[in-house]
């Protein structure tokens, strides 16, 4: 697909909508006449649906603006292995030649010895497939000095220190973010995503605005802006062995949420890490909107609790398709049964929202519903491929607003903001190729704010 630009006003002809062929008027942003035989008003802009369907553009509710777009121009380990010397070619963007990225590497005991053996004189930075930790080679801790603790120093290893190395990296790395930020959102709007949550911890007001900057979508961000969305806070899996430090320390940031009448995102993978964020909700209270973050392990007595407590899960099915058969065989046995569940969670009334987490799951929309409703390949748990639910309900996901993810469906309705998209057949059609295999984006265009930011070429 290709981007572009229009004027403020755009009559979109012969769309499907609700059962009925129509005509979707556009005018200053704002969806103005949905009918059919609209007659086409002077400097306004004419594009065909060709019978397609059309819906609100698609929001992703879970990524990481700055590390996706940074990943999509990064060597990607896939969740394996450092690769061999020799091997170890890494992409280069806008003439940066020197530091190598690379993303989703999947040893968990890697450090800067390791990197050393691959890049043992350019300066590299790799993040492991969670996302939760970045390992430094020596080279790359040398031009870091004063900016690392000093057992990082020691062995490379930096936990959750995104905002700290992205801020000594910006002036370091000369790769400008619009490099990587642009043409990663033009990706998005060719698959129909018009908004994206952003659910970076510690992302600061004006690392919002560069990402709002220079990326086509509707951008909100769980924690930058008090905007009633959602703080995110992380219940670790890694760091102190007392596990009473962990719970104090979730304990003083639901507090701290509360504090500004605001809910909470929370971050749990494990079963662990769940029950911990029970506890808590338990003894501080919920908020309406207090969702977590993954639930990767989630039993039923956690989900029950969960439905109880009226808590959202938002989730991702992509992730458990990356790692697979890897993951499963890498679980608790006690544990397989529950990993990453989706229709098992919402048959005990949790209510589950889709999402792609990316860079850590997959971005494209499409791939996530057919991942939720035609299960996962074969070779991987089929504990998974018990977990379905139909493509319509997990379109759903990306139809409902950020502020509230798991309620009702954005309806394309007069007076409702212009941000839409335009499959390429009726939906039926679309979600039968979708979870038959085709990952060609079934998306004809994507407006936002009125605007026409992606077409089908032709």
């Known amino acids: 697909m290709s981007s572009s630009t229009s004027g403020s006003n755009l009559l979109v002809r012969d769309v499907a909508l609700d059962g009925a062929r129509l005509d979707c008027r556009v005018v200053a942003g704002v969806v103005a006449e949905l009918a059919a035989g609209l007659t086409p008003r002077p400097g306004e802009q004419v594009v065909d649906g060709a019978g397609g369907a059309l819906l609100p553009g698609l929001h992703d509710h879970h990524v990481h603006a ?43 005991d890697a450090t800067a010895a390791d990197l050393d053996r691959v890049w043992p004189s350019r300066p590299a930075r790799v993040q492991h497939r969670s996302g939760a930790l970045w390992v430094l080679n020596t080279r790359a801790i040398e031009l870091l000095e004063g900016v690392l603790e000093p057992e990082e120093r020691a062995d490379g290893r930096v936990w959750r220190g995104d905002a700290r190395l992205g801020e000594a990296l910006g002036r370091l790395d000369p790769r400008g973010v619009e490099d990587d930020l642009r043409p990663w959102g033009e990706q998005l709007a060719a698959r129909g995503v018009t908004g994206l949550t952003d659910a970076t911890v510690g992302l600061e ?10 990326l086509p979508q509707r951008v909100v961000s769980l924690g ?55 506890a808590v909700l ?19 007595d956690a989900a029950d609790r969960l439905a109880e407590l009226g808590v959202t899960v938002v989730t991702q099915p992509s992730i458990a398709a990356r790692r697979g058969r890897a993951m499963v065989d890498a679980s608790e046995p006690e544990d397989r049964a529950w990993l990453w569940r989706i229709a098992g969670l919402r048959d005990r009334g949790v209510r589950v929202v889709l999402s792609s987490d990316a860079p850590y799951g997959d971005v494209d929309p499409w791939a996530t519903i057919r991942l939720a409703a035609a299960g996962l390949p074969d070779d991987r748990s089929p504990w998974l491929r018990d977990q379905t639910i139909s ?3 997990a379109l759903a996901s990306y139809l409902t607003r950020p502020e509230d993810p798991a309620g009702a469906v954005r309806a394309v309705r007069p007076g409702a903001a212009a941000d839409l998209c335009v499959l390429d057949a009726p939906l039926d059609v679309v979600l039968d190729r979708v979870t038959g295999g085709d990952t060609a984006s079934p998306v004809r265009l994507t407006v936002i704010d009125g605007q026409v930011v992606s077409t089908r070429p032709g």
């Open 66 to 108: 700055f590390a996706a777009a940074a990943a999509a121009g990064s060597l990607d380990l896939r969740g394996g292995a450092l690769p061999a010397q020799g091997q170890a070619a890494a992409p280069e963007r806008a003439g940066v030649r020197d530091w190598v990225r690379a993303v989703g590497l999947g040893d968990d």
């Open 205 to 214: 007001a004006s690392g919002l605005a560069v990402v709002r900057a220079h």
């Open 224 to 278: 930058a802006e008090d905007d009633g969305l959602p703080v995110k806070v992380v219940a670790g899996d890694h760091g102190p062995v007392d596990g009473s430090d962990r719970w104090s320390e979730l304990v003083t940031a639901v507090r701290a949420a509360r504090e500004r009448g605001r809910p909470v995102a929370v971050h749990a993978v494990s079963a662990a890490a769940l029950a911990m964020v029970l």
């Open 282 to 300: 338990d003894e501080v209270g919920v908020l309406p909107g207090d969702r977590v973050e993954h639930a990767a392990v989630c039993d039923d």
């Open 391 to 393: 493509a319509r309900e």
